[in-house]
């Protein structure tokens, strides 16, 4: 998955994605949505890990600069079934 927004609260915009099931983190991923962010291809999350066995986690999708501060927007959302 990957998000797609607008923000010109600044230029260097991150989202960190957490999905946990029961309470667990079982998903975590961070990916830079500007030009010159080194690793590009993580803006395209694949909602897997070996912790992830199946079902529905509860996610977390949180915007803010590099640096993690300030948080800019959330998103909440249940993934998977």
């Not at 993580?42 to 070996?50: A, G, I, K, R």
């Not at 066995?53 to 909440?76: D, F, M, N, R």
Request: hydrophobic share 35%; charged share 5%.
């Amino acid at each position: 998955m990957t998000f797609n927004f607008t923000t010109t609260a600044t230029d260097t915009p991150t989202v960190t994605l957490l999905c946990s099931q029961n309470g667990v983190d079982v998903y975590g991923a961070t990916g830079g949505f500007y030009p010159s962010y080194p690793w590009p291809w993580t803006t395209h999350m694949q909602l897997y890990s070996t912790s992830w066995q199946g079902g529905a986690a509860y996610c977390t999708a949180t915007l803010t600069p590099v640096g993690g501060s300030p948080v800019l927007a959330t998103l909440k959302f249940t993934a998977g079934a």
